[in-house]
């Protein structure tokens, strides 16, 4: 069901030097008087009184789940940010600069003519490595090969902060290689998710079939890729479950896993992802690799081969020709989330360069938007609310000098990350080009997942940002 939500507004530090934005436009009339409803009772219906013009002169778009003043604010920056990806297609930026990636990658993705002329060529050689699929070990060598790629059929192998030590970087392992979105998917009985499961199995069928395989064997396919993952399902931990921190951390040496999953081949994954010097690492839930052992012994390499099959197809869709990705959106938008249309193609290729190289884009952003002297200005505000926070702790009359003491240290642990970062993420091992949209995908996540397994070993830098400076 699409909601639709009146927020309020807090204007922080998402700020355009010189303009004026929507949200100071917004901000700068009586705007919450101009939502009210006033045929509506507020003893009845409060929500609809409070919002109701507002929601009225702001119907949910077809292509969206739903809409608010924030949608508002967004659609400001993709304008800004459409704009300055137009132009970076033309500017002939030099090779390796943040200008040449962004707007080449922007152009390559606009380019749906090329997409449809290459068809299934970008990810070729992955088909024809789950094709020769014979044995458990081939198996998991593919799977290894897939996580490389963003990929995650069978689980998920990350690097991330250790939870109990957050000054390290540490290997885990995580449940996953699941098609829907968690595991209740696969046995709750409302009708609602019993059409779910029904319209999942077409949708796979039909992925199959689009890719070259007949329809009958793309039928009986389906069935047995959800058989499998209804058994990976089975020993999949509830979403309530994963909420326990405690519990879905489980550290322990590579050869006491190995020693629980002996046809999972640890150290041959580790290989050829490019994990080195891998001893010890973090399982969330170790009865789902128990239950992934269980599976390369249960199922035939030919249920395997389907499984990886629709796995790449599934992960990848968005970016293969229309006819994938539009399959994609009929059960992933319109059967799942009840969206009726596509959102624009450009919307689309703007929210893949964000995702892959967000911080090239927000080089390009800020020298355009964000001045050296705006981020001075909203520096020195954090360090006046610093300092007020510092003053109102010390005067504090109802707290004592030891608790006094413990504040100050969380206060100065603070680190301040305002408008963009005053180091800038490398990203001269990423080569990006015209010759493929989807070529440009999969180097852009073999970058960020190398770049992930460099961490291991090294401190954490929590200078780092984890957000754009363009984020809304």
């Not at 796979?204 to 990976?232: C, K, P, Q, W, Y």
């Not at 319109?334 to 927000?362: F, H, N, Y």
Request: hydrophobic letters at 40%.
């Amino acid at each position: 069901m699409k909601k639709q939500l009146l927020s309020v507004l807090v204007f922080g530090f998402l700020c355009y030097s010189g303009n004026i934005t929507l949200a100071q436009s917004i901000m700068g009339k009586d705007f919450l008087q101009s939502a009210i409803d006033t045929s509506v009772n507020p003893g009845y219906d409060f929500f609809a009184y409070a919002t109701g013009t507002w929601m009225r002169n702001n119907p949910i778009p077809a292509s969206e789940q739903g809409w608010s003043i924030g949608n508002l604010v967004q659609e400001e920056t993709y304008t800004r940010l459409k704009k300055l990806l137009e132009e970076s297609m033309v500017a002939n930026g030099a090779k390796g600069s943040s200008t040449q990636k962004i707007g080449d990658y922007y152009s390559v993705g606009m380019d749906t003519a090329l997409i449809e002329k290459q068809g299934l060529e970008p990810i070729q050689e992955y088909l024809d490595k789950i094709e020769r699929i014979r044995t458990g070990k081939d198996i998991i060598a593919v799977i290894a090969e897939l996580q490389k790629i963003g990929v995650t059929a069978g689980f998920n192998l990350f690097v991330d902060q250790d939870a109990m030590n957050s000054d390290e970087w540490a290997m885990y392992l995580w449940q996953g290689g699941l098609g829907l979105p968690q595991r209740d998917y696969y046995f709750r009985n409302d009708a609602r998710t019993q059409n779910i499961r029904e319209e999942y199995k077409k949708h796979i069928a039909a992925m199959l079939a689009l890719s070259g395989v007949d329809n009958n064997t793309a039928e009986r396919h389906a069935l047995s890729i959800f058989g499998m993952e209804t058994f990976l399902a089975d020993s999949s931990r509830k979403l309530e479950d994963l909420r326990d921190p405690y519990a879905n951390y489980n550290k322990m040496e590579v050869k006491a896993l190995q020693a629980k999953t002996p046809l999972l081949l640890w150290d041959n994954i580790f290989s050829i992802t490019g994990a080195k010097k891998i001893d010890g690492l973090i399982v969330g839930q170790p009865e789902f690799f128990v239950q992934l052992n269980k599976a390369i012994a249960n199922f035939s390499f030919i249920e395997w081969k389907a499984y990886l099959r629709w796995h790449l197809l599934n992960e990848f869709a968005d970016k293969l020709p229309a006819a994938f990705a539009n399959e994609r959106f009929h059960f992933r938008g319109t059967i799942m989330s009840g969206v009726t249309e596509q959102r624009p193609r450009w919307k689309r290729m703007l929210d893949a360069v964000e995702s892959g190289m967000g911080e090239l884009l927000g080089q390009v952003y800020v020298q355009k938007y964000y001045s050296t002297a705006t981020k001075k200005r909203y520096e020195k505000l954090v360090d006046d609310i610093i300092l007020a926070y510092r003053e109102r702790i010390q005067n504090l009359d109802w707290m004592s000098n030891e608790t006094k003491a413990k504040a100050m240290v969380k206060l100065n642990a603070i680190i301040k990350k305002v408008g963009y970062p005053n180091t800038w993420k490398d990203f001269s091992k990423l080569d990006i080009d015209k010759s493929s949209f989807m070529g440009n995908y999969i180097k852009i996540n073999i970058f960020w997942f190398n770049r992930n397994l460099e961490r291991l070993g090294k401190p954490v830098d929590r200078t780092e940002w984890n957000m754009t400076p363009q984020t809304y």
